[in-house]
């Protein structure tokens, strides 16, 4: 079957811009989460969703940083005022309910210049 | 709060001989742990996990892992080395499932790298 899918594979940007990351989980799965790994450390937290409310937001950096999920299945992570130390691979998964295992996404490569 | 150490950031290994991939955690629970493996520009797979059930864990790919309590440790070892093994590998722990934070944890890496 279809695993997670992210939407651009890669995307390049400037700074100050605003962008919209996108996550497709897999069908069925109620539970989301959104991760950023940075050039050569593991993926960071940010934010977890079950179903269309955010569970747990505590890993976003700051106000700048937004995810929604309005029909409980494709999110969309939004990065406003896009800053050089944004760039990093911004990592979706999902899983069929709350503290089962996580299946993840390949990924989005967000470039600020 | 939880957190784990990877002890090693870059492992090297010939074909055939044997990996160990050292970890070590730190929980206030019984923790949920896991080790997945990133191959370039692909996406996180889980290897294996250990979930308070049997401490020895036998996942994909010929790995397994061993869950020590009384050394907070949960390495990652096979037995050869295949040199499609050559990854970046991530331990990785998380609150008992069902219970607490739901996020996971990574380690920073271990950088698996297989000689002909």
């Known amino acids: 079957g279809a695993g997670v899918s992210q939407t651009p594979s890669n995307k390049v940007t400037e700074k100050g811009k605003y962008v919209e990351l996108r996550c497709d989980p897999i069908?069925?799965?109620?539970?989301l989460y959104w991760y950023r790994q940075s050039l050569g450390q593991g993926p960071e937290f940010l934010i977890y969703?079950?179903?269309?409310?955010?569970?747990?937001d505590s890993g976003l950096p700051n106000d700048r940083f937004f995810a929604v999920r309005p029909e409980g299945s494709v999110s969309t992570l939004k990065i406003q005022r896009t800053e050089r130390g944004d760039s990093a691979v911004y990592l979706c998964?999902?899983?069929?309910?709350?503290?089962?295992?996580?299946?993840f996404g390949p990924g989005t490569r967000l470039t600020v210049l | 709060a939880q957190s784990v150490t990877q002890l090693d950031s870059h492992v090297s290994v010939s074909e055939g001989t044997p990996v160990l991939l050292r970890c070590n955690y730190s929980?206030?629970?019984?923790?949920?742990l896991f080790w997945y493996v990133q191959h370039p520009n692909k996406g996180l797979q889980l290897l294996l996990k250990?979930?308070?059930?049997?401490?020895l864990v036998k996942g994909i790919n010929g790995f397994e892992a061993e869950f020590k309590k009384s050394e907070t440790s949960f390495h990652l070892t096979k037995p050869s080395a295949h040199m499609s093994d050559a990854a970046e590998y991530f331990c990785?722990?998380?609150?008992?499932?069902?219970?607490?934070?739901?996020?996971?944890?990574f380690g920073s890496g271990t950088r698996l790298q297989v000689q002909p």
């Open positions: 069908s069925g799965h109620t539970a």
């Open positions: 969703f079950q179903g269309t409310g955010a569970a747990d």
């Open positions: 998964a999902s899983s069929p309910m709350t503290g089962t295992e996580q299946f």
């Open positions: 250990y979930t308070s059930a049997a401490t």
């Open positions: 929980s206030s629970y019984s923790p949920s």
């Open positions: 990785v722990v998380s609150d008992p499932l069902g219970t607490g934070r739901r996020a996971l944890t």
